[in-house]
């Protein structure tokens, strides 16, 4: 089997571990959390980069196969440089979905809710470029919500209350799609539902990451074909804060019975600034 590494800034990178165990749940997994240093939305680019290769790189000395970059900033600002650095495995990153966006409108409005630094990346921008001229894009940064949800507060009053601040544009505008553009959104998914009603649709593209990791882990090791077996395989939880409180926040967080997977957790010293 092979050994996945999936890293973020914290613990949004738990809905794309989720879906990734749901679809491939005979590999092995490490989950790195850079939570002393979370949210990386508010951080220089260039700090995003230099630290989001470094514990690509670490990952790759764990003995990884291929590595998920499960956080939009960190995608935008280092996705380029990672894959150029670490050219010998498969790197996937993650980017808000606003081609199925555009496709899905009816009414051709769309909410994208992200943090600051993916709204203002480059790479966010291209995308955007690439859009049907119909389409209307209502951005927004969702400053504060990802230190809450790191927090363990995502279903506080005072979550809903920013959250509702955040929205409230987008509703304004008559957005009948919202990207979640950050990998800690979907943890908000029920406060979103009750904010907007359900007939809104939300875009949220953990899925369809995972079927980009299965299609290049078959095309980067064709012959390994064998990994596959019906026994669930290990995940490991790495810190550079607290290792107790992300697996526990792993418990809270995902839908997978983790039970079911051999855990560990770990705080690496020489993960902290």
Not at 77 to 89: G, M, P, Q, V, Y
Request: some cysteine.
């Amino acid at each position: 089997m092979a050994l996945i590494g999936v890293f973020d800034s914290g613990v949004g990178g738990l809905s794309i571990l989720d879906e990734a165990l749901h679809q491939l749940p005979e590999h092995d997994y490490i989950y790195l959390a850079d939570s002393a240093n979370a949210p990386y939305g508010e951080k220089s680019s260039e700090w995003i980069s230099a630290r989001s290769l470094a514990l690509c790189r670490h990952l790759v000395q764990e003995g990884c196969d291929a590595i998920v970059v499960a956080c939009n900033t960190a995608t935008a600002e280092a996705i380029a440089k990672i894959r150029t650095e670490l050219s010998e495995i498969p790197i996937i990153g993650v980017e808000p979905g606003i081609k199925p966006a555009a496709m899905q409108t009816q009414n051709g409005i769309v909410g994208v809710l992200a943090t600051e630094a993916t709204l203002n990346s480059d790479k966010f921008n291209a995308l955007l470029a690439t859009l049907p001229a119909h389409c209307r894009i209502i951005k927004q940064a969702g400053a504060g919500l990802v230190p809450l949800i790191e927090a363990g507060s995502a279903d506080d009053s005072e979550t809903l209350e920013l959250l509702a601040t955040h929205l409230l544009p987008i509703q304004e505008a008559g957005a009948d799609t919202l990207v979640l553009g950050c990998t800690h959104y979907p943890f908000l998914r029920q406060s979103i539902r009750m904010l907007l009603g359900e007939s809104i649709t939300l875009i949220d593209t953990s899925e369809a990451v995972v079927r980009q990791l299965k299609r290049q882990l078959e095309a980067k090791y064709p012959r390994k074909q064998d990994w596959a077996n019906t026994d669930a395989g290990s995940v490991c939880f790495i810190s550079s804060k607290d290792e107790t409180k992300l697996l526990k926040m792993a418990e809270e967080l995902m839908s997978t019975d983790l039970q079911a997977h051999r855990l560990s957790a770990a705080l690496l010293s020489d993960l902290r600034s």
